[in-house]
């Protein structure tokens, strides 16, 4: 039996984890945190291979610039996060064109083919959590908007990423009558569903104990001891931890940790908010997207999660009240009452991007068993099963799975 410590204790890290100690691998899971916090917590749980685009994509250079300057708008780029990290900010720049983002697409899409057969496969080993299979509902006031992603999700048919069907005005306010009078249309896609992120974690976690795994929380990773190109133990708040192999998925703070153990990951954090209202005054029966506007709706049981926005100002936990409204103020456009309950929880957490905006999976450069599963941005969720069962693979010498060439962490140079 080998020794794995996995760096990180989001849906991500405790994923892999999970598919690991499943494998017969003595597994140690150590979060700086608390497991499932951070962008596991208040995220919209979508499970959506639809949704396989790649963050750069065509005409985002101009809208960035147009945005840059306001805050309640769907991208912000904070001026001095543009300064310090202008180089990154210049490598995602050069991928916002039609070439780069059609592959992007394809590699992501391949990946995401086995997402909901995963989720399945999670609920019927035991992994208990909160799951919704209603699909998800693009929802458009202009006609023109509805266009354009009739276009787009014809492209992901024929890459067999999803089925669509196309709604006029009155046939998607029959699938949710409460929506606003003012909208176009809508696309539904059927087979996608959605997560609890918080009961996700939280099964994945008592799953992980059951088959012998180990979690230290509130432990924070400062260095590693190397012998060659061999990680050999990493130095924590905690002490010295000696493993056979490491698996770094610690979201939007990989970056630094990779420096410290000797590699490097060009990950940044992208922030987002999102509202958790109990009780709200009208409900959905399935996940919206809000097409212009960029913000998604999550019904749960009992609540209603608001979410959306991406602002690039490093690293913090500050909570821009202009954003936060600006998120409310869609929700009532398109869905009157989803933004009223009896109680309201503001949350931001941070994305972890890289930027080609495809995730890294692979063996860490310079490093034979330092492996890496990070860089997720908003599809974490969705690509966590597919992500553990890669890193699994390539931990335990499986043959794999999936074509990783795409997300080989070396790509960056």
Known sequence: MSTVIVIGGGVVGLSCAYQLARRGQRVVVVERAEPGGGCSAGNLGWVVPSLSE?????????????????????????????IRSAGWLWRFWRRCNA???????????????????????????????????NGLLFVFLSSAGLERSVAEFGKLQQLGLSRFERLDRDGTLALEPKLSPEIAGGLLVRQEGHVRPETLCAGLLRRLRDLGGELR???????????????????????????????????????????RLGTRLPVEPGKGYSVTVAEPAAQPTRPLYLSEVRVGVSPFDGALRLGGTMELSGVNTRIVPARVAAIRRAAARYFPGSERGTAQA????????????????????????????????????????????????LVTGAPSSFDLRPFDPGRFG
């Open 54 to 82: 790649p963050l750069p994509a065509p005409g985002l250079v101009w809208a960035s610039v147009k945005w840059m300057w306001r805050r309640d708008s769907p991208l912000y780029i904070d001026p001095r996060f543009a």
């Open 99 to 133: 070439r780069d983002f059609e592959r992007g697409l394809e590699a992501m899409g391949a990946l995401n083919r086995r997402t909901l057969e995963l989720y399945h496969a999670l609920a019927a080993d035991h992994v208990a959590f909160e799951m919704h299979r």
């Open 217 to 259: 929380s509130g432990v924070e990773v400062i260095g590693g001891g190397r012998r060659g190109l061999r990680l050999t133990s990493v130095e924590t708040s905690a002490g010295t931890l000696e493993a056979d192999a490491f698996v770094l998925a610690a979201g939007a703070w990989s970056g630094p940790l990779a420096r």
């Open 346 to 393: 503001e949350w931001t957490g941070m994305r972890p991007l890289t930027p080609d905006g495809l995730p890294a999976i692979g063996r860490a450069p310079g490093c034979d068993n330092l492996f890496v599963a990070t860089g997720h941005a908003m599809l974490g969720v969705t690509m966590a099963p597919v992500t553990a069962l890669a890193v699994a693979e």
